[in-house]
């Protein structure tokens, strides 16, 4: 008899919904996470006194296209969310600056204050492309099988007989399609560096779909925990633990252990044996290939596991104790700081698609980005919980930045060097940021990879370019969320749909574990 129906090896946010989902159907499941907390790359921690940092994702955007918060109840666990409007803002070097709301006609308007073309150009993109945004989501929501996409990304597209025009514009890099589908600079930057995001550059090949997705924005906002972008899996832990599960912290795996060609469990750091009908791994694939003996799993699959690209890092973070906000030049705050719209928002630093293209080409260099494009988020304008009574938190994320530098310089030793760089930009659309810095941490690739087990800095695990998504990812044998060894299941941002707060990967996997363990015994172990 195993000790539990299905141990995990990790507690990110993609494990601890697949392992929810069993404990509610009454399986006994186990998580084992090496750090003291659970939550993997969804965790807040205080780093400067009194001030609340995320140290990995912060906006909350996919996870609102599944059914989970709500399947899960984690409203009954402590889960509150905050819906931000306006979703995104971007401040341009002339002065002018447009505003994303959820609302497409609000969005409209100011578009058309700097172009009216273009905000017919928005209104029309959105409504060309939402059935084949929507048909994304359908697609992300479900195991990548060839039906499954031939269903959703098929039929469900909008790419019907009289639509195949439209083909040329997703067999596209991003950065084409967006400078064929709009005039002004101003909204192909706001669009493309949204769009950049998930990894690729404007150049890519058949990166299109990246900036296609760019309608379902409108539908699912962006939305935020209360407390921090950690408690959603603080909840999720609440969850599991309300129904029967074991989470355990301070526990990292050593290795699988595997019998008859199976995994059958796993064995800790300090010794302990822990057994399992099912193992899921929700670490990085190449961790969890790292677990198993060169034995223990056949050629082809370690083969096909080696080649799957986790590249050379993406991007770093720097988390501010703040004063003040950034009093923005192209929107500026009030007398009294009170937040505006502005700070409510994602605040987007990239001028135009040149621009971005230019920091991806110092990264390809092996060199951090000398204009780096930015992201700027000041949660506490919503929510007050981050920050004393009258102080802010920012959050500043930066592309490109490899993590293998070709000048061999150590990432401590330029960690302070490279955010000076990402704020002196920031000053230069909201000059008072220098001084109203009170306290800060530094996230680099390495340390990315250190604290949060993301190899080599990649946010994403893998690259998210095509030929690593869908059925491909991590390999094209397993994209089934069934490991390289029976027994052994995957899940986590190194399966499919990839990268950033979803819970997809987890959900999709407990789809395929209740099926498995639900079959008669005598066949499961076949």
Known sequence: MSDYDAV?????????????????????????????????????????????????????????????????????????????????????????????????????????????????????????????????????????????????????????????????????????????????????????????????????????????????????????????????????????????????????????????????????????????????????????????????????????????????????IVRCAMKELPNYTALPSTSDGTPGPQHRALQFICPDLDYLDRAYSDYLGGAPSRDPALIAMTFSAVDDTLAPRGQHTLFLWGQYYPYELASRENWDDIAQREADRMMAKLAEYAPNVHSAVVGQLIETPLYLERTLGLLRGNVMHLEMSIDQMFMMRPALTMGNYRGPIKGLYLTGASTHPGGGIMGAAGRNAAAVLLHDLSRPRWRFWL
Not at 12 to 35: F, P
Not at 38 to 46: F, I, K, L, Q, S
Not at 154 to 168: A, F, P, V
Request: hydrophobic share 40%; glycine share 12%; net charge neutral.
């Open 8 to 316: 995990f090896i990790g507690a990110g946010h993609n494990a601890l919904v697949c392992a929810g989902y069993l404990a509610q159907a009454g399986y006994r499941v186990c998580l084992l996470e090496r750090r003291a907390v659970v939550g993997g790359a969804v965790v807040t921690e205080e780093h400067v006194p009194g001030f609340r940092f995320d140290l990995g994702g912060s906006a909350h955007i996919l996870i609102n296209h599944t059914p989970i918060v709500a399947d899960l109840n984690l409203a009954a666990y402590g889960l509150e969310y905050i819906d931000i409007d306006p979703l995104f803002f971007a401040p341009f070097p002339d002065g002018s600056h447009i505003t994303i709301w959820k609302d497409v006609g609000r969005t409209c308007d100011s578009i058309a204050a700097i172009s009216p073309q273009d905000a017919d150009n928005y209104a029309k993109f959105i409504e060309t492309w939402q059935p084949l945004a929507e048909s994304m989501v359908e697609a992300f929501l479900q195991r990548p099988t060839p039906l499954n996409l031939f269903r959703s990304l098929g039929l469900h597209s909008g790419l019907g007989r009289n639509n195949m025009d439209r083909l040329s514009d997703i067999l596209r890099g991003y950065g084409a399609l967006l400078r064929h589908t709009f005039v002004t600079p101003q909204v192909q930057a706001l669009v493309g560096w949204m769009a950049a995001q998930s990894g690729p550059p404007p150049t890519e090949p058949l990166s299109a779909p990246f900036a296609l997705w760019h309608p379902m924005y409108h539908v699912s906002g962006v939305r935020r925990p209360r407390g921090g972008s950690g408690m959603l899996t603080q909840a999720l832990g609440r969850m599991i633990q309300a129904h029967g599960g074991d989470v355990m912290t301070e526990a990292p795996v050593r290795r699988i252990l595997v019998e008859n060609g199976r995994a059958v469990g796993v064995e800790t750091t300090d010794g302990r044996r822990i057994t399992g009908r099912a193992i899921v791994s929700g670490a990085h694939i190449q961790t969890t290939l790292g677990l198993l003996g060169e034995e223990e799993m056949p050629a082809k699959s370690r083969t096909l596991l080696q080649k799957a690209r986790v590249g050379n890092g993406f991007g770093m």
